[in-house]
C-alpha cells in the first residue's frame, strides 16, 4: 500500500498531519530561515480568517484553531531545528458521518479511498481529506506572509466569482499595495460590497434548500524579484498548481489572461517591453508575471476554480459498500455552502509557501 504524501516544497518543507475528527491536526515546517521573529497576534488574525463557525455562511463548526508550536519558536522567533505546532480538535460530532462509512457521498474520497486504503483510513469528517487539515497548513502559510513582507513581497486573495455573481478586479500592471491589503481584513473577502451582498444573498438561499455552490478565487503576489522557477518540470507555474491543488475541491488554476488567450493573437496576448524610471517592466500582463516557467517581475496572477462541497443534506443516488445494492443518501451534520469564502485564506498560504520555498531554492535572494 502506498502512503499518502503530505509534504509540499524542496527547500523550506512543510508536512501537514491529522484527521478531521481525530485528537489534533498538525504541521511540521523545515528548512525556515533563522533568526525571523514571527508576530503571534498577526498569525492568529490569519488563521481566524480560515476558521470555521465565524459567519452564517459557512459551517456551524465551531473551533478556536489556537496553535500551540512544540519546536524551532522561542521568544517568538525561528531557530534550527524544524517548526512544529499542533492544533487540537474540540468540536468534532463524529455521528454525523456513521453512515458514510458504507454509503459513500457523490463525488467524494469516501469510496476511492475505501478502496485504496482498504477501509483503514479515519474518514470521520473526511479524515485526511476534510478542508479541516488545512488549518496547520495556514500556520506554515501565516509564518511564510509575514517572512516574505519583510522582503517586500505583498500576497492577497479575494473570491472573484460565486454562482456567476463576479466581483470587481484588481489591476494586473499597477495594483496598489494597499487596495490587497484591505481585502484581507473584510468579514467576507470581495472587492465590491454590492457584489459581496449578492454572493451572501445567494449563498444563504443555497444552503437552505440543502444544496451548495462553487466559486473563483483570484490570489495575486507583488515584489516579487525576476528568476523565481526554472523551466519544464520545475516552473514556477508547475510548482504553484502541485500546492495549489493539495487544497480541498480544487478544480482549475490558470495564470494571467488563462483560457482566455485561447481566442486571442499573439499581437493581443504579447506582454510587449516598457522602460519606466529605469526598469523594465510590460504594459500588459497577460503571462500574469511568468515568462518560460520564471518570474518577470510583473505581479503574479492567478485564478482557482473550487467545486461545490458535496456534503450536501439533500437526497442523493449512492449505494452500500456491504450490501453492494444502491440506495438513497442523506448526508447530516455542518458543512460550508460555499467552501470557496474560507478557502480564500487557504490559497495565499499555498502561494506564500510556494513562493518561499522557490526564493530559498534560488540561492536565498532577499
Avoid at 74 to 86: E, H, L, M, Y
Wanted: glycine share 12%; aromatic share 6%.
Amino acid at each position: 500500500m502506498r502512503l499518502l504524501t503530505a509534504s509540499l516544497g524542496s527547500k523550506v518543507i512543510t508536512t501537514v498531519f491529522g484527521e478531521s475528527h481525530g485528537k489534533g491536526i498538525g504541521v511540521v515546517i523545515d528548512g525556515l530561515p533563522p533568526g525571523e521573529v514571527i508576530d503571534m497576534d498577526e498569525l492568529m488574525e490569519f488563521l481566524n480568517r480560515r476558521a470555521p463557525g465565524k459567519s452564517e455562511y459557512t459551517t456551524k463548526r465551531r473551533e478556536e484553531d489556537r496553535p500551540e508550536f512544540l519546536s524551532g519558536i522561542i521568544n517568538n522567533t525561528i531557530v534550527g531545528s524544524p517548526v512544529s505546532a499542533i492544533i487540537r480538535n474540540n468540536d468534532a460530532r463524529s455521528v454525523d458521518y456513521n453512515n458514510l462509512r458504507d454509503v459513500p457521498r457523490p463525488s467524494h474520497a469516501d469510496f476511492v479511498s475505501h478502496i485504496k486504503y482498504g477501509g483503514h483510513m479515519d474518514m470521520r469528517g473526511s479524515g485526511p481529506f476534510s478542508g479541516r487539515i488545512t488549518a496547520p497548513l495556514c500556520i506554515a502559510g501565516g509564518i511564510a506572509l509575514q517572512i516574505l513582507k519583510r522582503r517586500g513581497v505583498t500576497i492577497a486573495a479575494h473570491l472573484s466569482n460565486v454562482g456567476g455573481i463576479e466581483d470587481e478586479s484588481w489591476d494586473t500592471v499597477s495594483p496598489k499595495k494597499e487596495d490587497l491589503e484591505s481585502v484581507s481584513v473584510k468579514d467576507f473577502p470581495v472587492i465590491s460590497e454590492t457584489a459581496g451582498d449578492k454572493m451572501k444573498e445567494l449563498i444563504l438561499k443555497t444552503r437552505e434548500e440543502g444544496d451548495s455552490i462553487g466559486g473563483e478565487i483570484t490570489c495575486m503576489a507583488l515584489g516579487l524579484p525576476v528568476g523565481l522557477g526554472e523551466p519544464n518540470y520545475s516552473s514556477f507555474e508547475s510548482m504553484m498548481a502541485r500546492g495549489i491543488f493539495s487544497v480541498p475541491g480544487i478544480r482549475g488554476i490558470s495564470f494571467g489572461t488563462g483560457f482566455g488567450a485561447t481566442t486571442m493573437k499573439g499581437s493581443m496576448h504579447n506582454d510587449e517591453y516598457e522602460i519606466v524610471d529605469g526598469n523594465v517592466r510590460t504594459k500588459t500582463n497577460h503571462c500574469g508575471g511568468v515568462v518560460g516557467g520564471i518570474t518577470n517581475g510583473m505581479p503574479v496572477i492567478f485564478k482557482v476554480g473550487m467545486k461545490p462541497a458535496s456534503s450536501i443534506s439533500k437526497p442523493q443516488n449512492s449505494f452500500s459498500i456491504t450490501e453492494g445494492v444502491e440506495t438513497e443518501l442523506v448526508v447530516e451534520g455542518r458543512h460550508d455552502p460555499c467552501i470557496a469564502i474560507r478557502a480564500v485564506p487557504v490559497i495565499e498560504a499555498v502561494c506564500a509557501l510556494v513562493i518561499l520555498d522557490l526564493w530559498e531554492v534560488n540561492n536565498g535572494l532577499r
